[in-house]
């Protein structure tokens, strides 16, 4: 395997430093991610809010749940696959390639999903083309925020890396709120029947929107032009980026992946928080249109600091803070199922903004950036999705174990859901630990010191 030489390294991309646009690719990442995110939200909140009463069998409401949690958790399945297409794509072909690509792609799947018939309607094929969609939503998602980040890091002054990535995370936030805006209305203000029959298709046909959005503004997004500089030596085409990966950073790759868990404080709190405060089984009595404005509270404080976050994460290292970020939202998840639990709206708003909008945002704001500094540009999008995309899938079932282990008509749910996230959140806080922090380290420097790296060791440093 040839090697650039690392002085024509640090070359071809100290020379396009003057070429570089932080703003415009962040506001395209902004944009672009808060599009697509609100397809992938829309159907979160909808498979614990309506999901289980209309595309699956209603004698068992457990059964239901979990049914339904699962097809949540399928479209976490073809990420990995995504990861590993979208994510050669972005690498060998460029990160806006693969940024529209993604977001039409998504689109289609999430228009369709609002014509889908109902279980009442032909049976077991209304979950079998849930599930079909479903999987193609998380196809094209993979190659989401990988892309984005990859393309606003590589734009970004060293000294704000953190901050201009930190953007695409609060697109995704953005998103969320989006979803949970458009949803809100029609389950608050319609009949329950009415919802149920056809409410809740409207938020899924706006996605036409997003078909349209996608394609105007990812077709005007200009490519780094240190990876442009790379792709005229035609080393991004040399390799096949996964096997390239595989052969010289699989431990980089494994501790992202590991470190990727720290979702579960949000599985705990925002997916199976929903289901333990709405679903009749568990008979805590919060309606579905309480909660989402609990869900869209959260997203709000998120958006206000994840850039807070970002920008600290600049002075005083990222590792730091999704240490702390990690380990507090996880320590804090079983209070906010207490809160649910004591059935004080006022409280749990507290401890939502408290967990999910401060503490895992301490994480969330950085990890992009932070993944992104572990791997070498020619690898970079394929990195990230992978490690990302194969954390989430495996955290995507936290919520159906969560059901599982703390079922309808079980006790303890708030101590047995907290200790059980608070255990895997410590897991990943050792996995950061074990990470080299990129603090004070230009972009080109890691590029370099990635150039002279022997295969199998070239994360470790």
């Known amino acids: ?33 808060a599009l697509e995110y609100y397809d992938f939200a829309l159907y979160s909140l909808a498979a614990t809010l309506i999901f289980p009463a209309i595309f699956f069998p209603s004698q068992n409401p457990t059964a239901a749940i979990i049914a339904s949690l699962a097809t949540y958790a399928v479209g976490y399945i073809s990420r990995p696959v995504g990861a590993v297409v979208l994510g050669a794509y972005g690498d060998r072909h460029g990160r806006k390639h693969v940024l529209v690509f993604a977001m039409l792609l998504m689109g289609f799947a999430t228009f369709a999903v609002g014509l889908l018939p109902t279980y009442g309607q032909v049976g077991i094929l209304a979950p079998v083309l849930l599930v079909i969609l479903r999987l193609i939503q998380g196809f094209a998602v993979a190659g989401e925020l990988g892309g984005a980040s990859a393309m606003i890091v590589e734009h970004s002054p060293d000294a704000k890396r953190g901050f201009f990535t930190s953007f695409s995370l609060q697109g995704t936030q953005v998103g969320s709120i989006l979803a949970t805006a458009v949803l809100l209305p029609l ?26 959005a996608g394609y105007f503004i990812r077709r005007r997004v200009q490519e780094p032009p240190a990876y442009v500089a790379q792709s005229e030596k035609g080393e991004a085409k040399r390799r096949f980026p996964l096997f390239d990966l595989l052969r010289t950073h699989p431990w980089v790759m494994v501790r992202c992946v590991i470190m990727t868990f720290t979702n579960v404080i949000g599985m705990a709190t925002l997916i199976f928080g929903v289901s333990y405060a ?34 600290l994460s600049d002075r005083i ?8 970020g990690g380990i507090g939202g996880g320590l804090l998840a079983g209070g906010y199922l207490w809160a649910i639990d004591q059935r004080s709206l006022v409280l749990v708003f507290a401890c939502v ?90 972009l080109e420097d890691l590029e370099v010191h990635k150039a002279h790296s022997r295969p199998l060791r070239s994360g470790r440093a």
Do not use: H
């Not at 991309?13 to 672009?32: N, Y």
């Not at 329950?192 to 078909?211: H, K, Y």
């Not at 290292?317 to 702390?324: E, F, I, S």
């Open 353 to 442: 903004v408290i967990v999910q909008g401060i503490f895992f945002q301490m994480w969330n704001a950085t990890f992009a950036t932070f993944f992104q500094e572990q791997f070498p540009m020619r690898i970079r999008v394929t990195g990230f999705a992978v490690s990302q995309n194969l954390g989430l899938m495996i955290a995507s079932f936290f919520p159906s174990v969560f059901t599982a282990i703390a079922p309808p008509g079980s006790t303890n749910v708030p101590v047995v859901i907290g200790l059980t996230t608070f255990g895997i959140c410590l897991v990943a806080a050792f996995a950061t630990l074990l990470s080299s922090d990129t603090k004070g380290k230009s």
């Open 1 to 33: 395997m040839s090697i650039t030489p690392p002085g024509d390294v640090r070359y071809n991309l100290e020379t396009s430093i003057s070429r570089r646009d932080p703003k415009k690719a962040a506001m395209s990442g902004w944009i672009g991610s």
């Open 317 to 324: 290292g990222r590792r730091t803070l999704m240490v702390a």
């Open 278 to 311: 709405t679903q009749k089984g568990y008979g805590i009595g919060y309606s579905s249109s309480e909660f989402l404005w609990v869900t869209l509270m959260a997203n709000l404080a998120a958006v206000v600091t994840i850039p807070m976050f970002g920008a």
């Open 187 to 212: 389950a608050a203000f319609l009949p329950d029947d009415q919802f149920e029959i056809w409410g809740w298709r409207i938020p899924f046909l706006l996605s036409a929107i997003v078909i349209l």
